[in-house]
């Protein structure tokens, strides 16, 4: 376990007074054995302590302000760095085990490069710092192309699966409480990042559930609903429902864009967790 740093000085600085102690004790030995005056011998002593002592001070200001500037690059640069990659990794999980359709950001690491404190990092750790900031923006990119690709997928296959011609939208209502027959709920939505990214279509925030389908066309106002779950939460229609998103699901498997995307995203989920651990090895050696 390393020691705090005011011990290390304190037991440095207990050395150096003792043998300083020593060198004096020894100088006034000495001299007296060759004849030399006290007076010349204390004079020289205190001029010999006061060139260790200056020695000495300038050491322990050179070692305060090495561990200043690594404690300022800690707090300035790596710390949030690593922030931001963990937060980036973990909205990653998020995508696919909560459905949660929210954009990575590398705020911090677009701004780092107007400090100089950045240039001093390894240049290999930089370049890593680098390529991750711009792969969150190229994966941000894709996200967005393939929600657009993914909604006429979701309604070619309700369309298809429950027989409404020239469907225009598919809706997934959530709400806190339904009535029996309700189609509509508190707030509905496309499953659209369901299907892109692979996460359950009915997952729903705690305390709300998703308790019915609803598919619209626009032009002819023709409507299909499906209860999905009664008023006690118990599941219905299930047969019906796995077959519109095993058909959609099919569909999405085969476009090449979707795929691509789900490939780039693993990928920079298994680097992200790698560059976590190198910033995180290097915070540890520098404190």
Same mark, same amino acid.
């Given at each position: 376990?390393?020691?705090?740093?005011?011990?290390?000085?304190?037991?440095?600085?207990?050395?150096?007074?003792?043998?300083?102690?020593?060198?004096?004790?020894?100088?006034?030995?000495?001299?007296?054995?060759?004849?030399?005056?006290?007076?010349?011998?204390?004079?020289?002593?205190?001029?010999?302590?006061?060139?260790?002592?200056?020695?000495?001070?300038?050491?322990?200001?050179?070692?305060?302000?090495?561990?200043?500037?690594?404690?300022?690059?800690?707090?300035?640069?790596?710390?949030?760095?690593?922030?931001?990659?963990?937060?980036?990794?973990?909205?990653?999980?998020?995508?696919?085990?909560?459905?949660?359709?929210?954009?990575?950001?590398?705020?911090?690491?677009?701004?780092?490069?107007?400090?100089?404190?950045?240039?001093?990092?390894?240049?290999?750790?930089?370049?890593?710092?680098?390529?991750?900031?711009?792969?969150?923006?190229?994966?941000?990119?894709?996200?967005?192309?393939?929600?657009?690709?993914?909604?006429?997928?979701?309604?070619?296959?309700?369309?298809?699966?429950?027989?409404? +011609?020239?469907?225009?939208?598919?809706?997934?209502?959530?709400?806190?409480?339904?009535?029996?027959?309700?189609?509509?709920?508190?707030?509905?939505?496309?499953?659209?990042?369901?299907?892109?990214?692979?996460?359950?279509?009915?997952?729903?925030?705690?305390?709300?559930?998703?308790?019915?389908?609803?598919?619209?066309?626009?032009?002819?106002?023709?409507?299909?609903?499906?209860?999905?779950?009664?008023?006690?939460?118990?599941?219905?229609?299930?047969?019906?429902?796995? +077959?519109?998103?095993?058909?959609?699901?099919?569909?999405?498997?085969?476009?090449?864009?979707?795929?691509?995307?789900?490939?780039?995203?693993?990928?920079?989920?298994?680097?992200?967790?790698?560059?976590?651990?190198?910033?995180?090895?290097?915070?540890?050696?520098?404190?």
């Amino acid at each position: 376990m390393k020691l705090p740093l005011i011990l290390l000085i304190l037991l440095y600085v207990g050395f150096v007074i003792v043998l300083i102690f020593v060198a004096i004790t020894s100088l006034y030995v000495l001299g007296t054995l060759v004849g030399i005056p006290t007076l010349q011998l204390l004079t020289g002593a205190v001029s010999a302590g006061s060139a260790a002592a200056s020695a000495s001070a300038a050491i322990l200001i050179w070692r305060a302000n090495v561990q200043a500037r690594k404690t300022v690059l800690i707090d300035h640069i790596l710390g949030p760095a690593y922030s931001e990659v963990r937060q980036t990794r973990e909205l990653l999980e998020s995508w696919k085990n909560e459905a949660k359709d929210v954009s990575p950001s590398a705020s911090f690491l677009s701004n780092a490069s107007s400090d100089w404190r950045y240039y001093t990092l390894d240049p290999k750790l930089r370049s890593e710092l680098e390529n991750f900031r711009s792969e969150i923006g190229a994966l941000e990119d894709q996200r967005v192309l393939c929600k657009k690709i993914a909604g006429p997928i979701v309604t070619k296959a309700a369309s298809e699966t429950f027989g409404v +011609k020239n469907a225009s939208t598919v809706y997934l209502w959530r709400s806190h409480m339904w009535t029996k027959g309700q189609i509509q709920g508190e707030n509905g939505r496309q499953p659209t990042w369901e299907l892109v990214i692979e996460a359950p279509p009915l997952w729903a925030p705690l305390g709300y559930h998703v308790h019915a389908l609803q598919v619209v066309d626009f032009n002819s106002m023709q409507q299909y609903s499906l209860p999905l779950l009664d008023q006690n939460e118990k599941p219905l229609n299930v047969e019906e429902f796995d +077959k519109f998103w095993e058909h959609a699901t099919k569909l999405a498997d085969a476009e090449p864009l979707i795929v691509s995307f789900r490939e780039a995203r693993q990928r920079f989920h298994e680097s992200s967790a790698n560059l976590e651990g190198k910033l995180d090895s290097e915070i540890k050696h520098l404190r």
